[in-house]
Structure formats: structure tokens, C-alpha cells
């Protein structure tokens, strides 16, 4: 049964400072939360100790507890969910501290990580950097980001050029851009990776133990039981959910890459499945067909999760993002690619011998 305090929870708690590139938070709650949060957020965020020297009392403060507060300047906030248990906080506007009210264990680490990674998206967001729905990896340096709708084949490309090439892993479907020193750079967040169960059948002959994230990825949404884990055929015969939520870190361990934080952006891809196609097809593309196809994927609402956050913040950002979208389309070069599922990996190689 939930416990309630007119306080905030303070016995055997630990704490943390997760920064983004302009800002911070603080992160309050139980040693092993915070150890998993920090697992979680190392590859993309800096994290420090929280002491009496750097101690803030401006930054926002995010506290896992299932010890409930009754104060009335809390706000009970609750988000229905079908991939997990509704999301319930408990806001203090005044002070910009919110509770996620959640037991120990995976649901209240990664409430508290959708927390943490909607606030500081806000902080970047009124900077003026972009967002695209894309995905992003490091090829010997260059920035290869895919970019397109759901199912055309981002996160597909994404894996097989992790497992083909000299890829390593940046972003999938949540690329920002900054400018710095003139350049265009491409980072990601700490999230969960949606994989198709038709990608993992397609790469497997060349990396068997991808096929074993199916049955032991360890989010805690592989085993809720809800519409998104219904079992669908394969092309193996066997019947499989649809797709499976996989953490970063384990994606690029099955299949032998690594993780950057940043990388500069230098072509944008736009893949699209073909199974006519008996070899992979990449077209350079001018910058008028490239404008008309990457706007519709500038993510002008990449704030709107959390819809309170938008009392606490003025957007002063949007020319920056103007400047850097037509900056983006000045200087990167633009390809149209057509694959079938079966050429992920020759799709792969084509990328990497053309671009990289």
C-alpha cells in the first residue's frame, strides 16, 4: 500500500546530477534506482555527485519514492499507458520538483529516465536545436542519419549497419542537431530501441544471437501484456510478438558495436523497403526534393510529452531551428535508398562504400 507524507521522503535515499548540454537536474531516490539510471543514461549524458560544494537549488528535481506527498502544492498527474502501468507524478510547480510514485524495481527506474529525458529535452528544445525523426550513426567519423516514417526502414538499416560495418550507434528515431563551431552534430537520448521481429529474422544467419533478444531483451514492456505483444508470424514460421523494446547498451553489445554520444551529421538517407528490388538502390538527391522530404520529420511537437513542462518554459528557439534545418540542407548530402528486407546488409555496404 502506497505510503503518504507531508514531506519528501528523505531516509536511505541517494542522489545525482544527470547534464545535458545546457542544463541539469537532480536526481533523487534508492541506490539501486540510481545505479541503473546512471547505467542507462552514461553513454549519452555526463553524470556527477551531488555535494555540499555543487549543490543547486535552481535545477529541476526529479524524486523516485513510493512514499506519496499530501501537500497541496503537489499536483497528482496521471498518464494512462498500454505498454506498461500508467505513469503517475506528483508535481510541485512552484519548486519544479516532481515524484514518480513507483515501488523499486524497472518501472520506476524508467519512469523516472522518461522524466529525466523530457526535461532536458525542453532545455535543448528552447535553445534552438532540432529534432527529427531519425536515427543517426558514426561511420569512421561522418554522421549517417536515416530518416523517414514509421516501418520504412530506419531501425532496420540502423541494426544491419551495427552489424555490417564500421558503424557505431548514436540515435535511432530521436535525433537532435546542435550547431557548434560551424558544425552540424547529431546526438540522441537515453531510450528504448523498437525493433521489428522481421529485422532480427533478417540479420540472424549472420548474427545468431541477435534472434536471442526476442526472447530475452530485458524491458520491462517485452512482457506486459497488452496489444503490442500479440504474436505475429514470421518469416521463420514461428510466431513472435511484432517487435521487441531493447536498451541501447544491448543492442550494440549483440551485435559487436559501440555507442558515441555525438556525431558530425554529413548525409541523410531515406530509406524505403522494396521487395521487387533484387540489389539495393542509393540516389543522391538536390536539396529542393530533400526539403520536401525531411520537413514533415522536423518534430516541432518533440515537447509534448509531459504537457506541464510547457508552464515552465519559454520556446525562444525557433529561429535557431529554422537556421539549422536550412543549414542542415545546404551542407549534407541527400540519398534516396531502396531495400528489401533480405539487402539490409548489402544496403549496408553500399552506404558505407558511397559515403563513408
Known amino acids: 500500500m502506497d505510503k503518504h507524507s507531508s514531506s519528501l ?9 544527470i547534464h545535458g548540454y545546457y542544463s541539469s537536474v537532480m536526481v533523487v531516490s534508492d541506490e539501486k534506482t540510481i545505479n541503473d539510471l546512471t547505467n542507462l543514461c552514461r553513454d549519452f549524458l555526463n553524470i556527477s555527485a551531488v555535494s555540499a560544494k555543487n549543490h543547486s537549488h535552481n535545477v529541476p528535481i526529479i524524486i523516485g519514492s513510493d512514499t506519496i506527498p499530501i501537500s497541496e502544492s503537489w499536483e497528482r498527474i496521471v498518464y494512462p499507458s498500454e505498454y506498461g502501468p500508467d505513469r503517475i507524478l506528483f508535481v510541485d510547480h512552484s ?11 524497472s518501472w520506476r527506474t524508467l519512469q523516472m529516465l522518461r522524466t529525466i529525458r523530457n526535461i532536458l529535452r525542453w532545455e535543448v528544445f528552447v535553445a534552438g536545436d532540432l529534432f527529427l525523426h531519425a536515427g543517426l550513426v558514426d561511420i569512421n567519423g561522418s554522421g549517417i542519419a536515416y530518416v523517414g516514417e514509421k516501418k520504412a526502414g530506419k531501425t532496420s538499416s540502423i541494426c544491419a549497419a551495427l552489424l555490417t560495418t564500421d558503424s557505431r550507434f548514436v540515435s535511432n528515431d530521436d535525433l ?3 550547431v557548434e ?3 552540424l552534430i547529431g546526438y540522441g537520448w537515453p531510450r528504448t530501441v523498437n525493433v521489428r521481429t ?3 529474422t533478417a540479420l540472424q544467419q549472420s548474427k545468431p544471437e541477435f534472434f536471442k533478444l526476442v526472447a530475452e531483451a530485458k524491458h520491462p514492456s517485452n512482457r506486459w501484456p497488452d496489444s503490442h505483444n500479440q504474436r505475429v508470424m514470421c518469416s521463420s514460421n514461428q510466431n513472435f510478438p511484432s517487435f521487441i523494446w531493447v536498451y541501447p547498451a544491448e543492442l550494440t553489445k549483440t551485435l559487436g558495436s559501440t555507442t558515441t554520444r555525438e556525431s558530425q551529421v554529413k548525409a541523410v538517407i531515406f530509406p524505403h523497403f ?3 528490388v ?3 538502390y542509393l540516389r543522391e538527391i538536390d536539396p529542393t526534393e530533400a526539403a520536401a522530404l525531411i520537413l514533415p520529420h522536423i518534430e516541432d511537437k518533440a515537447v509534448e510529452n509531459d504537457p506541464f513542462l510547457r508552464d515552465w518554459y519559454t520556446d525562444t528557439g525557433k529561429e535557431t531551428r529554422v537556421d539549422i534545418a536550412e543549414r542542415l540542407l545546404r551542407t549534407a548530402s541527400f540519398f534516396r535508398l531502396k531495400q528489401s528486407m533480405t539487402l539490409l546488409q548489402e544496403a549496408s555496404e553500399l552506404v558505407q562504400s558511397t559515403l563513408a
Open 176 to 178: 537532435t542537431i546542435r
Open 278 to 280: 533484387d540489389k539495393p
Open 9 to 17: 521522503p528523505v531516509d536511505d535515499m541517494h542522489s545525482v546530477y
Open 198 to 200: 522481421d529485422t532480427v
Open 181 to 183: 563551431n560551424g558544425h
Open 274 to 276: 522494396d521487395d521487387s
Open 95 to 105: 519548486t519544479r520538483k516532481i515524484l514518480i510514485a513507483e515501488p523499486v524495481g
